[in-house]
């Protein structure tokens, strides 16, 4: 059973920056690509950013590209997600997971994905 545990998540003001992480179990996390999703109330889970195994290809919604920065950590079973010009429409719950094995490219599509944490808030104040 793969455990995935975010953490970072908070209160910033419009222009800020937080740094959110997920610890993930396992042995096997550096044959899996990890993605970032959030989620607003009566909203569909929203794709965020994704990452390759390796960390060398990545890949972003319009919305946080050139904002947001989505790396790894193979040796600390860690992935991050680092967000700067944070805006209001940035707030929600923020969400790590593992993408399904034998993708061969990274997805958007929450369905392809197995394994999700329980979430972090972030809020953005104006």
């Known amino acids: 059973q793969v455990q995935l545990v975010e953490s970072g998540g908070g209160l910033v003001q419009a222009g800020g920056s937080l740094r959110l992480s997920c610890a993930a179990s396992?042995?096997?996390?550096?044959?899996?690509?990890m993605g970032w999703f959030r989620q607003t109330p009566g909203k569909e889970r929203e794709f965020v950013a994704a990452i390759s195994r390796s960390g060398g290809t990545t890949y972003y919604a319009d919305s946080v590209k050139g904002r947001f920065t989505i790396s790894r950590d193979n040796a600390k079973n860690t992935v991050s997600l680092q967000m700067n010009s944070l805006k209001p429409e940035d707030t929600a719950v923020y969400y790590c997971?593992?993408?399904?094995?034998?993708?061969?490219?990274?997805?958007?599509?929450?369905?392809?994905?197995?394994?999700w944490g329980q979430g972090t808030q972030v809020t953005v104040s104006s």
């Open positions: 396992g042995r096997t996390f550096s044959t899996y690509a």
């Open positions: 997971a593992r993408q399904e094995h034998g993708r061969v490219r990274l997805t958007t599509t929450p369905l392809t994905y197995d394994y």
